[in-house]
């Protein structure tokens, strides 16, 4: 029988206060990856173009993941990200490979929802796929695997951490809508408040997998991010 995982070293509280401190300290790098790559699927849904926005959207919203995670990976290191240096992640040699891992994983956990359960599921399970490729230079299917080993035993505080900021940003959407209703002023304020909430979430895939290397392993968080580029 497995020896089952102590308590974490970490809180659902704790790790709520460091992605907001790392979104805090790197806000005008990071609000400026996802206000670019906002606009692109701004535009796009603007031009009522159906499912080439939709298509277009994912691959933006997968590949604003993709360099805020490089980004909050640096400054867990204790570097300095700047929004340049995480946009030229999109000229990586890794980059086809992390943009299919993300499109595959948010299309699964979108059409899980169908049925309620599913993201409540797949989004712990697969919650460090991006910084394990990014990393660990797996395959898709080794990176879909590794996210399941390392999350294992720890799914239920991950998905906690998810949910709050859900909750949180669902309520703060809710008021201003409230407010101003559903024009023109009020897609405007919640793309920006979207963008917002975004440089928040997208640093909880790095913080995790961060802390469950040291946690399960061993290693140190410098170990860990020797290898980014």
């Known amino acids: 029988m497995a020896t089952p995982l102590p308590s974490p070293s970490w809180t659902v509280t704790s790790v709520?206060?460091?992605?907001?401190?790392?979104?805090?300290?790197?806000?005008?790098?990071?609000?400026?990856?996802?206000?670019?790559?906002?606009?692109?699927?701004?535009?796009?849904?603007?031009?009522?173009?159906?499912?080439?926005?939709g298509l277009v959207g994912l691959v933006c919203a997968v590949a604003t993941s993709i360099c805020l995670t490089w980004g909050t990976l640096q400054a867990i290191a204790g570097r300095k990200p700047e929004w340049e240096p995480m946009l030229r992640q999109l000229q990586g040699p890794m980059f086809g490979r992390l943009l299919l891992l993300g499109c595959i994983q948010y299309f699964v956990i979108a059409v899980s929802a169908i049925?309620?359960?599913?993201?409540?599921?797949?989004?712990?399970?697969?919650?460090?796929?991006?910084?394990?490729?990014?990393?660990?230079?797996?395959?898709?299917?080794?990176?879909?695997?590794?996210?399941?080993?390392?999350?294992?035993?720890?799914?239920?505080?991950?998905?906690?951490?998810?949910?709050?900021?859900?909750?949180?940003?669902?309520?703060?959407?809710?008021?201003?809508?409230?407010?101003?209703?559903?024009?023109?002023?009020?897609?405007?304020?919640?793309?920006?408040?979207?963008?917002?909430a975004g440089i928040v979430v997208h640093t909880l895939p790095a913080i995790f997998y961060v802390l469950l290397r040291e946690e399960k392993e061993g290693v140190t968080t410098g170990q860990v991010t020797a290898t980014l580029d």
């Open 16 to 53: 709520l206060e460091r992605s907001y401190a790392l979104a805090r300290d790197n806000f005008a790098a990071f609000f400026t990856v996802a206000v670019i790559f906002g606009a692109v699927s701004l535009v796009m849904n603007i031009l009522s173009l159906g499912l080439l926005a």
């Open 115 to 196: 049925v309620v359960i599913g993201p409540l599921f797949l989004i712990p399970l697969w919650a460090v796929t991006i910084p394990v490729m990014m990393i660990e230079r797996t395959d898709v299917g080794g990176a879909f695997n590794r996210s399941m080993d390392l999350t294992a035993g720890r799914r239920l505080p991950i998905l906690g951490v998810f949910l709050l900021w859900f909750v949180i940003f669902a309520i703060g959407a809710i008021v201003i809508i409230t407010v101003l209703g559903d024009g023109a002023l009020a897609s405007l304020v919640l793309w920006i408040y979207g963008a917002l």
